[in-house]
């Protein structure tokens, strides 16, 4: 029913479409359980959080993490079929490793050398 999690909990499981966990909402320390703790992963359903009124039903890749200005943190999802991203509280049972992995991948994978770090401090006087 289009539009119900927006102001009800999600009682109903799921089966991870990405890694194959079963995901119970309980533990999620939340009414609203919108992705996998084991994968970060989810599922395009919504437009505006709880409304299911996506068509796409494409899977939602973990590709980031934020701070909220309360300190929450945030997981970012991306569509793999037609790009559309958004952002998702974390749930009290996610998986601590998969959490640190995405929020330091960037710093694993540079857009440049690591090498050019060490040349742009030098040329800087070390500062």
């Known amino acids: 029913m289009k539009g119900y999690y927006k102001h009800n909990p999600c009682n109903e499981g799921f089966k991870?479409?990405?890694c194959g966990y079963d995901v119970y909402p309980a533990g999620a320390g939340s009414d609203h359980r919108n992705h996998c703790p084991n994968c970060l992963s989810s599922q395009?359903?919504?437009i505006t959080p709880g409304d299911r009124k996506a068509d796409c039903g494409g899977s939602m890749?973990?590709?980031?993490?934020?701070?909220?200005k309360d300190g929450e943190w945030a997981v970012?999802?991306?569509c793999k079929i037609c790009g559309h991203i958004s952002s998702n509280r974390i749930a009290a049972d996610d998986s601590p490793l998969k959490l640190m992995s995405v929020?330091?991948?960037?710093?694993?994978?540079p857009p440049f050398p690591l090498e050019r770090i060490q040349a742009l401090?030098?040329?800087?006087?070390?500062e």
């Open 103 to 109: 929020a330091l991948k960037p710093l694993s994978n």
């Open 61 to 68: 890749e973990a590709i980031g993490v934020w701070v909220r």
């Open 76 to 78: 970012i999802h991306r």
């Open 121 to 126: 401090t030098s040329a800087m006087n070390g």
């Open 16 to 18: 991870c479409k990405t």
């Open 44 to 46: 395009h359903l919504d």
